[in-house]
């Protein structure tokens, strides 16, 4: 595959080209259609340029619209693991979250009344290229499209008292993802990219994936003996140590996120949070069924 970083952008899609937007004369509206339809980012390396925008005069959009499906593991980092004193797990702690939790990179995240704990989660995100299904470990690289920075939030209250991943991390917004898209050929050590979080300029998560539980081949193999990953799927692949959970502090009004992945954009967040409800605000006192 050739070595790409890509974007989507108001105007279109790009190539990150010398510190420029390369917009290109191409129909696919975003990336993730490109995927979904070719299997692999092949086709934009030989398409045609229309005009070049510096990167910080582009508006960047949702990387991959709305993906079809968006998978996540938990305690995945030795830190993490350790930071708070638990085990680390034989099998990869899986779920699925919702696709309409995605949003674009740059966007405002407003804080649903309901939880009082949100907190951020910086991550590495695998962008699948070429249907997984039952494979092994080799065949994991070849078929990946490329990795991007993502903020897999949680509201940390909700976990703890419902103990479901999915009701925690899929609130409108909740899943930061982007900006850009790498193909993983030129990445310097596929195995320890490097992901770190800053809340407000300070940094707060600093690991590799050289420190995962289950590193990215391990994981995805592990998951596609159990679910077909699509072109387009992304993969969550956990969160290092410095969280706010670990840290007992979580997201305040006008914090802004930042979380960088070797090799990509970083991905910003602006965090809104009202103050005006009760916590209870909206939350159902009654489960039916």
Known sequence: MPVMQVVTTQAGLGRIEDGAAALLDTAFPHVGAVLQQEGSLHCLASCPVRRRIPLEEVTLTA???RPRAVWGVGLNYVSKAARTGRGLPEQPILYLAASSGVSAPGAQVVIPRAATEPD?????????GRRLYRASESEV???????TAANDMTARDVMRTTGIPALAKSYPGFTPLGPSLRTPDDL????????RTRINGELLQDDTSAGMIFPIPDLLS???WFAALEPGDVVLTGTPAGTGQDRACFLADGDEVRVEVDGVLP????????SDASPRDHRPTEQVG
């Open 141 to 147: 690289w070849p078929a990946v499209a490329g990795i």
């Open 120 to 128: 951020y989660e910086g991550e590495i995100a695998v962008v699948v």
């Open 222 to 224: 592990r998951l596609s």
């Open 63 to 65: 990387l991959l619209g």
């Open 267 to 274: 991905l910003f967040t602006r965090i809104v949070r009202p």
């Open 188 to 195: 310097a050590d596929r195995d320890a990219i490097g992901v």
